[in-house]
């Protein structure tokens, strides 16, 4: 195996990286911050600062204007995506917390983009389901219970427009990946991971970010 040119991204690099991104706004830099203060234990299930800028430039890259998050949590990753959102550009994000989206509520409507988000509070299955089955959706973005996202998927990508993008996070879950014993979350992520490497109605890439990014286009 040839492993190529390996960086080891020190704290030192990895705010080199921060500082040569795109910033994170005032909004988006005090929900961040507010996030870790009230939820100190849970805070990181926060996407990734970084991820941020970049969710951003995909939904710019892919002209996404129809957006399907599952998994909202205190709402930065939402806030991020609806900010690049064209006019009249729509984003469904779902969770199953009213205590958690509320933060994210209050962020929406500080950027001025509470009209582009639609927050379903419910089982996420149940939301996908309940959407058209028709191909209507540019981009997804899930961020979930590992255990269910071969689910997730499963109702997403008949919903994906041919050369819409499903974005996927956590996908190498702290390493635990390489667990031949994984039970729980992780073991739900390895199963996920083989799903989608193996789904021939799209092209999906894994990447080292974070904690794991796989990218996936349909066909």
């Known amino acids: 195996m040839t492993k190529g040119n390996s960086t080891k991204i020190t704290d030192e690099l990895y705010q080199y990286m921060l500082d040569h991104n795109p910033p994170l706004d005032e909004i988006q830099r005090g929900l961040v911050e507010t996030t870790y203060a009230k939820f100190p ?12 800028p970049l969710l951003a430039f995909l939904v710019r890259l892919t002209g996404a204007r129809h957006i399907v998050e599952v998994g909202t949590f205190t709402g930065f990753s939402a806030l991020s995506m609806a900010q690049a959102l064209p006019a009249g550009g729509r ?7 009213e205590e958690w989206t509320a933060y994210g509520r209050e962020a ?3 950027a001025g983009v509470s009209d582009r988000v639609e927050l379903r509070i419910g089982p996420a299955l149940d939301t996908l389901r309940a959407m058209p ?20 998927w499963e109702e997403l990508v008949p919903r994906l427009r ?5 974005v996927t996070d956590n996908t190498l879950f702290h390493g635990s990946v390489l667990d031949e014993n994984a039970t ?23 990447l080292a970010i974070s904690d794991g990014l796989t990218l996936s286009r349909k066909k």
Do not use: F
């Open 41 to 52: 234990d849970a805070a990181g299930m926060q996407s990734a600062q970084e991820q941020g």
């Open 91 to 97: 984003l469904i994000t779902c969770d199953v917390s």
């Open 108 to 110: 929406w409507q500080a």
């Open 133 to 152: 089955e028709e191909p209507h959706i540019d981009m997804a973005y899930v961020d979930a219970d590992k255990e269910s996202q071969i689910g997730y």
């Open 162 to 166: 041919p050369g819409g993008l499903i």
């Open 184 to 206: 729980g979350s992780a073991a739900g992520v390895q199963a996920y991971n083989r799903h989608v490497a193996g789904d021939t109605r799209m092209d999906s890439v894994l």
